[in-house]
């Protein structure tokens, strides 16, 4: 199967999962997870029709940047940021999937306030509660969006989550449904620097279980691009 392939059978079944839950397909946006593919795969999967690249590690996003390989869609980032890194992400990124801590929070604030901008992004929610994955515990997430009123620099978006890995059909979607509601219960309120409208849940093995549950934003990697040579979320 070529990307080419790959995206138009997503993208069937993305159409397929949107109107099995009443939900027009055009407002969910395909991101294509290319870490470890290089600029000329990367330039294949945008010619086939994806909304926007993300990235996890950020050497590898700056390599390929500086080949060419995202022009024509927006570049997320959606691996875990360190610190020290934030300054070659911030407005470079149109979105920040993976915010998982008030630290990180706050240096990409200040680095936007540096550059006279407005950073966008999301909070990452550990929502199967699992030791070895960031994010906010599901109970930390409306404190962590309340503090976002002290940074004007930034704009939270919404929620991101990675599911625990190689569960079945019906505990992704418990988990699912369970971001759904946080998304929901914390968009009622009304912050400064608060704009909750994306759910960024779903990727190869799952997103049509996303979808059913309510994301908007998906994104997937080995289903358009193959296998990967080390299988890894890089959380
Ligand atoms: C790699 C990755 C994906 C895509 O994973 P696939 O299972 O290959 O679709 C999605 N989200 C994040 C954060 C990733 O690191």
């Not at 995206?7 to 159409?15: L, N, P, T």
């Not at 109970?139 to 002290?150: D, L």
């Not at 990675?162 to 968009?187: V, W």
């Not at 093995?205 to 890894?232: K, L």
């Amino acid at each position: 199967m070529t990307i080419a392939e790959n995206v138009a059978r997503i993208r069937a079944e993305m159409a397929q999962a949107a109107r099995a839950a009443g939900r027009d397909p055009g407002e969910i946006t395909l991101v294509a997870a290319s870490k470890m593919n290089d600029a000329a795969r990367v330039r294949e999967a945008i010619e086939a029709g994806v909304d926007a690249c993300g990235e996890n590690r950020v050497q590898e996003m700056l390599e390929k940047q500086a080949q060419g390989a995202y022009e024509g869609v927006p570049l997320h980032f959606i691996g875990h940021l360190q610190k020290n890194k934030v300054k070659q992400v911030v407005g470079l990124a149109t979105l920040i999937h993976s915010v998982d801590s008030l630290a990180l929070l706050a240096a990409i604030d200040r680095e936007a306030e540096k550059r006279g901008l407005r950073q966008e992004v999301l909070l990452e929610v550990n929502v199967g509660g699992e030791a070895t994955k960031s994010g906010f515990a599901p109970g930390e997430v409306a404190e962590a969006i309340s503090s976002a009123a002290n940074f004007s620099h930034i704009c939270v978006r919404g929620l991101m989550c990675i599911p625990p890995a190689g569960r079945s059909s019906e505990e992704n979607r418990l988990n699912f449904t369970k971001m759904k509601q946080l998304f929901i219960d914390n968009s009622e309120k009304k912050y400064d620097n608060v704009y909750m409208d994306f759910l960024s849940m779903g990727m190869s093995g799952d997103f049509s279980d996303a979808i059913a549950c309510g994301a908007n934003i998906i994104r997937v990697g080995s289903a358009i691009f193959g296998p990967r040579p080390y299988q890894t979320t890089e959380t």
